[in-house]
């Protein structure tokens, strides 16, 4: 069973930056896709950033030029750097884990959540 740990979340004003952190467990990591996604109340679930296991990035244009995606196989953790944060970006970010060629269980995987928040 694969855990996901998100940590990073918090109220911060407009304009201000939030690391978020995800870190996973087992041992194909560096195997496996990662995104980072988000929910705001009353709307669907959004794709914000994703990496693959190369490395290649893409990002959600709402957040393109703002957002950072990146990963540390070595610690088991992708990050999400977040600038200039707006209002708009308030949300619950998730963490999800996509299979990899070694993983017998295809399911996506799933953090728990880390709230967001962006309020003067």
């Known amino acids: 069973q694969v855990q996901l740990v998100e940590s990073g979340g918090g109220l911060v004003q407009p304009g201000g930056s939030l690391r978020l952190s995800c870190a996973a467990s087992?041992?194909?990591?560096?195997?496996?896709?990662m995104g980072w996604y988000r929910q705001a109340p009353g709307k669907q679930r959004e794709l914000v950033a994703a990496?693959?296991?190369?490395?290649?990035?893409n990002y959600a244009d709402s957040v393109k030029g703002r957002f950072t995606i990146s990963r540390d196989n070595a610690k088991n953790t992708v990050y999400l750097q977040m600038n200039s944060l707006k209002p708009e970006d308030t949300a619950v970010y998730y963490c999800?884990?996509?299979?990899?060629?070694?993983?017998?269980?295809?399911?996506?995987?799933w953090g728990q959540g880390t709230q967001v928040t962006v309020s003067s």
């Open positions: 999800k884990r996509s299979p990899g060629p070694l993983d017998r269980d295809r399911r996506d995987y």
């Open positions: 087992g041992s194909t990591f560096r195997f496996n896709a």
């Open positions: 990496i693959t296991s190369g490395g290649s990035t």
